[in-house]
């Protein structure tokens, strides 16, 4: 299982920024996408999904503010995040999306977004 998340960093507040994620084609052909975050003390949250079908769901403190989109071609799916604040700060992680996402036993790395106020 290949999932690659990049594209972290440190960004002042109100800022923009868009993370990356290839997986491999095994888990891309087969499930919706998603992008997860956890801040430090925090539980892994939802912050945003998109079905195979292009249904997308987005968690309600990013919802206006994220856009996820996909590249099937490259196996790839992207979060546009915009306008962040220092709440965005978390370690973001790609993963198949679906009901039993809590329960996916593989994470990857993940990638640090760091937001100054």
């Known amino acids: 299982v290949q999932l690659q998340a990049s594209g972290g960093g440190l960004v002042q507040a109100g800022g923009s920024l868009k993370l990356s994620c290839a997986a491999s084609k095994r888990v891309f052909s087969m499930n919706g996408m998603g992008w997860y975050r956890q801040a430090p003390g925090e539980e892994r949250e939802l912050v945003a999904g998109?079905?195979?079908?292009?249904?997308?769901n987005y968690g309600r403190s990013v919802k206006g503010r994220f856009t996820i989109s996909t590249d099937y071609a490259e196996n790839m799916v992207y979060p546009q995040m915009n306008n962040l604040s220092p709440e965005d700060t978390a370690v973001y992680y790609c993963n198949k999306y679906g009901p039993t996402w809590r329960s996916y036993p593989y994470w990857g790395l993940g990638t640090l977004v760091t937001v100054s106020s």
């Open positions: 998109t079905t195979r079908g292009g249904v997308t």
